[in-house]
């Protein structure tokens, strides 16, 4: 373990062995000589030094130290342990017997080359030296086995000298490989650069989903949030109501117990009194001693009291008993209409305002639109309707509403014909009027969902987004919330679908709008039309 450690500081961070003639740099750090020096002279040619491992810069060639104690240290290791000395590069081709690093390759000779041998080396120019290479055979022409130093721009391959004057590449126009490399480094660093561009608007782009989803898992946090604490708060009122309503039925009981149980208490003496009594006259009727009987006081007296005292002293129990046989129903109810406070709490805790009253505005519509008196429904005409010519009026088949939205949140619902063409939307009033650019949706100054060749688009600002399922309700619902930036789009269905969510900072009024294309298909007029639904129907 120690030994590997040790082996691992004394290798050299270029050649990766152990160091061989150890040199150090003024920033501290050790190379071998020669690794050190084949670096330097591919410095040179730029002018600008530094060390390869730290990466400090020296205004001229630094100069070499020997790391003389370093240098000690690597061989008495290699002596000890000879056995895990690998070389791990090219070595040189003519060091048998120990191998060397090699620093240079020769084309001519297929030898690669360590320091020794490279200063004693031909420097003759056909002996082309170039960085260690094991395939030096690539360098060379298979033909001719000289070194490739020309590119055929008609063939599109590496050719020597050889085969460009008596080969089969002669009379083709050639290069340098140096220009050609050159030329298709410049085409790759264009290529790298649109794609660097295009990677740089593929994050922007992750940068932007990632946000919208961090807002609508916010959105929805505090929409679930929302509705928790609503319904929370349903709940508590309703206790609260159950607990009034049973604590003022438990009252009534009890109080209207204790009259009828005064009452019973009342009854049951008179009855008693009624039952001695009829006692007693059985028992005179049952004399036969007439003295006896005709003694008796006057038999006035064993009348019922309330039969000698007219008609208000009889009705009395009687009204009692009537007026005690209901619990009084009409507190209850007043109780209980509390309840529809709490209904209409919970429209107003998801809705800020009710349904929008959208009206359409004629001084907007386009004359192939038939606009009703109700300003509701429009509909596509064949016929010019010759409206007053006016800056606002559109010049196709649109129209405006009269009201326009700077705040709040907002709905309302369109029914459309289904075999028909149209957009839906809202825009700003300074949107264009006349040209292509005018269509809801194709501006900075609109949204829209569109039903166009059987396909459903939202778009603005021209740029199309393909909704992927088909709309098969003749009815969609349109949710503004100025002050959040967004307008979605619902299909009523069952359940309510949503379609799409434009998000942006609205900075106009927003005014709702719509548009109806050509009623004519293939020849043949069909009914064409739009509505904004009432909501009394």
């Given at each position: 373990?120690?030994?590997?450690?040790?082996?691992?500081?004394?290798?050299?961070?270029?050649?990766?062995?152990?160091?061989?003639?150890?040199?150090?740099?003024?920033?501290?750090?050790?190379?071998?000589?020669?690794?050190?020096?084949?670096?330097?002279?591919?410095?040179?040619?730029?002018?600008?030094?530094?060390?390869?491992?730290?990466?400090?810069?020296?205004?001229?060639?630094?100069?070499?130290?020997?790391?003389?104690?370093?240098?000690?240290?690597?061989?008495?290791?290699?002596?000890?342990?000879?056995?895990?000395?690998?070389?791990?590069?090219?070595?040189?081709?003519?060091?048998?017997?120990?191998?060397?690093?090699?620093?240079?390759?020769?084309?001519?000779?297929?030898?690669?080359?360590?320091?020794?041998?490279?200063?004693?080396?031909?420097?003759?120019?056909?002996?082309?030296?170039?960085?260690?290479?094991?395939?030096?055979?690539?360098?060379?022409?298979?033909?001719?086995?000289?070194?490739?130093?020309?590119?055929?721009?008609?063939?599109?391959?590496?050719?020597?000298?050889?085969?460009?004057?008596?080969?089969?590449?002669?009379?083709?126009?050639?290069?340098?490989?140096?220009?050609?490399?050159?030329?298709?480094?410049?085409?790759?660093?264009?290529?790298?650069?649109?794609?660097?561009?295009?990677?740089?608007?593929t994050e922007e782009k992750i940068r932007s989903l990632e946000e919208r989803r961090r807002k609508a898992q916010e959105k929805a946090a505090g929409e679930a949030e929302r509705v928790t604490a609503l319904c929370t708060d349903i709940r508590r009122r309703v206790d609260d109501l159950e607990k009034k309503v049973l604590s003022e039925i438990s009252r009534q009981e009890k109080e209207e117990s204790l009259s009828l149980s005064a009452l019973i208490h009342q009854l049951e003496i008179k009855k008693d009194e009624l039952s001695r009594k009829m006692r007693h006259i059985e028992e005179l009727c049952n004399m036969t001693d007439p003295l006896t009987v005709l003694q008796e006081p006057d038999t006035g007296d064993l009348c019922d009291p309330e039969e000698e005292g007219g008609d208000e002293d009889t009705g009395g129990h009687d009204k009692q008993l009537h007026d005690g046989d209901d619990l009084d129903v009409a507190v209850i109810s007043h109780t209980l209409h509390t309840l529809c406070e709490v209904i209409s709490g919970i429209r107003s805790g998801i809705y800020v305002e009710g349904p929008a009253d959208i009206l359409l505005d004629v001084t907007t519509a386009s004359n192939n639109l038939q606009i009703s008196d109700d300003l509701k429904t429009a509909i596509w005409s064949q016929m010019n309707r010759n409206y007053p010519e006016r800056a606002e009026r559109f010049q196709y088949p649109q129209v405006m509403s009269r009201r326009g939205f700077t705040l709040g949140c907002h709905y309302w619902d369109v029914e459309m014909s289904r075999s028909g063409e149209w957009i839906v939307g809202m825009c700003y009033p300074s949107i264009d009027r006349r040209g292509g650019q005018s269509y809801i949706g194709n501006n900075k100054k609109s949204w829209s969902l569109w039903r166009y060749n059987n396909q459903f688009l939202v778009i603005h600002d021209s740029k199309e987004i393909q909704l992927h399922h088909q709309i098969s309700s003749d009815r969609v619902r349109i949710c503004l919330d100025y002050g959040a930036g967004q307008l979605s789009f619902y299909e009523l269905c069952d359940p309510i679908r949503h379609l799409h969510t434009f998000t942006s900072t609205f900075t106009e009024p927003l005014h709702a709008a719509f548009c109806i294309f050509s009623g004519i298909t293939e020849g043949r007029s069909i009914e064409n039309w739009l509505r904004i639904r009432n909501y009394n129907n």
């Open positions: 373990m120690a030994s590997a450690i040790l082996r691992d500081e004394l290798l050299c961070s270029i050649c990766l062995s152990v160091f061989k003639d150890p040199v150090m740099l003024r920033c501290g750090h050790n190379f071998c000589r020669v690794c050190i020096d084949r670096v330097l002279d591919t410095q040179d040619e730029s002018g600008v030094y530094s060390c390869p491992e730290c990466r400090e810069k020296f205004q001229e060639r630094p100069a070499l130290m020997r790391n003389l104690y370093l240098h000690n240290v690597a061989e008495r290791f290699l002596i000890t342990q000879p056995e895990q000395e690998e070389i791990t590069g090219i070595c040189c081709t003519y060091c048998v017997d120990s191998p060397v690093p090699a620093v240079r390759s020769c084309l001519h000779c297929e030898a690669s080359l360590c320091d020794k041998h490279l200063r004693s080396h031909s420097k003759s120019p056909e002996h082309v030296l170039s960085d260690p290479s094991t395939s030096l055979e690539k360098r060379k022409c298979s033909v001719h086995k000289k070194i490739l130093e020309y590119y055929c721009t008609e063939d599109a391959v590496c050719i020597c000298v050889s085969c460009s004057l008596a080969g089969e590449h002669r009379g083709h126009r050639v290069e340098m490989l140096v220009e050609t490399s050159e030329k298709k480094k410049k085409e790759l660093r264009n290529v790298f650069q649109k794609l660097n561009t295009k990677r740089e608007e």
